[in-house]
């Protein structure tokens, strides 16, 4: 079960439900994304070909669910580098094992993510919605 007391997919059901946009938007949430992510860089260990699949499979089911205002490219990628740099070297049984190490990208608003980024501030730019911007310098990345 998830935090919040839904059946939690295995990582083969949860990657075939995104790729075939046969999940429903409702339970895709961002854990679901936080998952994802780990298991497209787990089976594409090149950075920028898992950023890309992912991209395009977010993209179409946003798409398929009929919000494809909902795809943001700077959380897209912002996350993917945070994933992608926890997971490095390491061995996680699954995507399930990866997100219970690693509470602190679950928290969309006030984890990771915002010692970088002004969640709300990044949620209501379009540019950054369309297009990979960097973390504002007046944000300072703060220590754990």
Known sequence: MDHRGRATLDDEDLLDG??????????????EHVRAAFL????????????????TALRRFA??????????ETVTWAYLALINE??????FASSADFVRSHPELLDA?????????????IARSAR?????VLPDPGIAPKEP
């Open 63 to 72: 798409a398929a669910n009929g919000v494809p205002e909902r795809y943001h």
């Open 128 to 132: 950054a919605r369309e297009v990979f």
């Open 40 to 55: 497209y860089l787990r089976r594409h260990p090149d950075f920028g070909e898992a950023a890309v699949r992912f991209r």
């Open 109 to 121: 608003m006030g984890g990771l993510f915002s010692r970088y980024y002004d969640l709300r501030a």
């Open 86 to 91: 926890r997971a490095h070297g390491s061995a």
């Open 18 to 31: 995104l790729e075939s946009a046969r999940l429903r938007a409702g339970d895709f949430g961002h854990r």
